[in-house]
């Protein structure tokens, strides 16, 4: 479907099965490259835990292999750090107990295997478990093949083939605990890693960094209850006001996350916002800064579309229902991200079923009048999409036949409501909405005039949307160009009204 990343390795795509509907992960290398390790290959077929993605299937041709594996969505550890992700003492804690788990786990195989490549830039950050992924370095006990890794997060070259799988990995992990350590301001972390790192006598097992890790996050969380205890009884704050000041504390780590997620790059957004639905499923402002980041280049593709209709359909971590469930617990907060789901297709899917797709999400919209009512402004406007997408199926019967030539009627007194409610901040949707009209008049002028449409209401409109036009912002290329498409239809329409309207 598209490429995920290109590096030294290989390449690797994103991928559809579209008998299972599920997404995988495949990354292509060549059989004579440096990186390709077959041993790694064999090794990774074995391997079934949760913080390591599975390998579904492997496909070679004459000079490559195609490795299919499970997709990991989500940002890795050193793009969440370059962006300015915060990194709790908390966080840190339970990103390097599970990530000790995982290498305990190979460490138990036999014989042991070797990660080999330990690195921010292979550790996924999801909602529940962090996950290793690029196992091109994996490499059993006692085997012929060469120990590689990141120069940074591993020992001299010259050390690696003398090492064990445990105190290999057990170097990168202290020297990623490090990392960590510094990130959040901890010094008992950090005198933790030192002794993962150590030549000597001080030297500790990962499994050792695995219980000081226990016994810290219980010391954490016994500090945490004793604060927030003692602050309550000198301040006399009850229970409620404990649980608001948790409350709060939540909601400021919220916001925090989803600012972070906004200041990435385009092609990092969709995938920070999808972890941050799955992190926070209740949430109505992740859905809807992706729905955003769908419409910032005006199109909505159907890789787009499958992909959100797939999220739909995700359980998040340690819950029972999906994501539309969750959601629809809150009415109010499912109706806002049902009518810009609609808003999002209606004018931006580029395939040729977006105004069907739309319509079916306006119809969510007004299906939950029982609990918002019938008087807000979604609900108003989302029945009037609703009527504006049974025009276009009729005027296909209207092309055909001839019939129905009353509808344009209702039509015309559709589009001027719609404008009333779109009024205001001249937005690219509102321009659209200007788009969408200004052709559909200039393809049906002799019927807006045969039933009672006079030349003076086209005029007042289009003087409307000239008016609207000169607002938009010089810096804003798109809504420049989608300005001079609405001049060129103004123009032609204003020549038209002169032949239609003198018949």
Not at 211 to 216: D, G, I
């Amino acid at each position: 479907m598209r490429l995920l990343g290109k590096g030294q390795e290989g390449s690797v795509y994103l991928a559809f099965q579209e008998t299972l509907f599920r997404f995988y992960a495949i990354k292509e290398v060549k059989k004579e490259g440096v990186c390709f390790s077959r041993e790694s290959v064999e090794v990774w077929k074995t391997l079934h835990c949760p913080g390591l993605p599975e390998v579904a299937d492997i496909l070679e041709t004459e000079d490559t292999v195609m490795i299919v594996s499970e997709y990991i969505e989500g940002m890795n550890l050193q793009a969440y750090m370059e962006n300015g992700g915060k990194i709790t003492l908390k966080m840190a804690m339970c990103w390097c107990r599970q990530i000790g788990e995982i290498l305990e786990y190979l460490h138990r195989q036999n014989p042991p295997i070797a990660y080999g490549d330990l690195k921010p830039d292979n550790l996924m950050l999801q909602r529940k478990q962090i996950v290793l992924v690029d196992m091109g370095s994996l490499i059993r006990q006692g085997s012929a093949g060469k120990y590689t890794g990141t120069k940074e997060y591993t020992r001299e070259k010259s050390e690696l083939q003398k090492m064990d799988p445990e105190e290999r990995d057990g170097y990168s992990y202290g020297r990623l605990m490090q990392l960590l350590a510094e990130a959040c301001g901890s010094r008992k972390l950090r005198k933790l890693a030192l002794k993962l790192m150590d030549k000597g006598k001080k030297r500790i097992s990962i499994k050792k960094a695995e219980k000081e890790l226990k016994k810290m996050s219980l010391q954490s969380w016994f500090y945490a209850v004793m604060l927030i205890l003692t602050g309550s009884l000198l301040t006399g704050m009850g229970i409620k006001e404990v649980r608001a000041l948790q409350w709060n504390t939540k909601e400021q780590e919220y916001h925090s996350e989803l600012e972070a997620a906004s200041l990435l790059s385009a092609e990092e957004q969709q995938q920070a916002f999808v972890q941050l639905i799955m992190k926070y499923p209740e949430r109505k402002e992740g859905y809807l800064k992706l729905l955003e980041q769908f419409q910032q280049d005006m199109e909505m593709d159907e890789q787009e579309d499958l992909y959100y209709r797939k999220l739909w359909k995700q359980i998040p971590g340690g819950m029972e229902a999906n994501c539309r469930e969750i959601l629809k617990q809150s009415p109010a907060d499912w109706q806002e991200v049902a009518y810009e789901s609609g808003i999002t297709y209606w004018y931006f899917y580029t395939g040729l079923e977006g105004k069907r797709y739309a319509s079916r999400w306006f119809a969510e919209v007004t299906q939950m009048s029982e609990e918002t009512g019938t008087d807000s402004e979604l609900w108003r406007k989302s029945q009037l999409y609703k009527k504006m997408g049974e025009y276009w199926e009729k005027w296909k019967k209207y092309d055909e036949t001839g019939e129905g030539q009353q509808l344009f009627s209702d039509y015309w007194d559709d589009c001027e409501q719609l404008l009333i409610f779109h009024k205001g901040q001249i937005t690219m949707t509102r321009l659209m909405l200007w788009s969408e009209m200004l052709s559909s008049w200039k393809h049906y002028m002799v019927e807006l005039k045969e039933c009672g449409i006079q030349s003076a209401q086209l005029e007042e409109k289009l003087l409307q949307a000239e008016k609207e036009r000169s607002q938009i912002q010089n810096r804003h290329g798109r809504m420049q160009e989608l300005g001079k498409e609405l001049d060129q239809d103004i123009s032609e329409i204003r020549k038209m009204i002169k032949r239609v309207y003198q018949m």
